[in-house]
């Protein structure tokens, strides 16, 4: 089950932190490739992966942004974003179709957790429901 595989975040360490890669252990090498004939990507390597996991040049649009690697394009970084206030609120929509739980999960915190509170008005999740294999999403409707 999904939410027995996801681990807790500790930052800075274990899988896929710091955009390090992910080793499936070899007594799961087999379930590993069966995940991954279903879903078409490592799917085990990412039920591996915290939800929140801590990236290499993570971006905080805060005073604090020295703080941190600044990995916006050069355009972007000659703006100023210290007043968000004034600029419009922002819906973020994400469109699926049978979406692996913790994929879509990891994608929804990365927006809350790296998003201005100020600028985010709310996250949309569209499932077009072509299949219902993931039971998970069922509880959305």
Request: proline letters at 4%; hydrophobic letters at 40%; glycine letters at 4%.
């Amino acid at each position: 089950m999904f939410h027995s595989a996801v681990q807790k975040h500790i930052p800075g360490k274990g899988p896929g932190e710091m955009g390090a890669p992910v080793k499936i252990p070899k007594d799961k090498e087999k379930e590993s490739k069966k995940m991954f004939q279903e879903n078409q990507f490592n799917l085990m390597a990412s039920n591996m992966i915290s939800l929140n996991r801590t990236l290499k040049g993570k971006l905080m649009l805060s005073i604090n942004v020295d703080k941190f690697l600044d990995v916006r394009m050069s355009g972007c970084k000659k703006h100023d974003y210290t007043n968000l206030g004034a600029l419009p609120k922002t819906s973020i929509i994400f469109v699926f179709h049978n979406e692996a739980w913790s994929t879509l999960l990891r994608s929804i915190h990365s927006v809350i957790n790296r998003s201005p509170r100020e600028m985010l008005e709310e996250i949309i999740l569209v499932d077009d429901k072509r299949y219902i294999q993931f039971h998970h999403l069922n509880h959305f409707t």
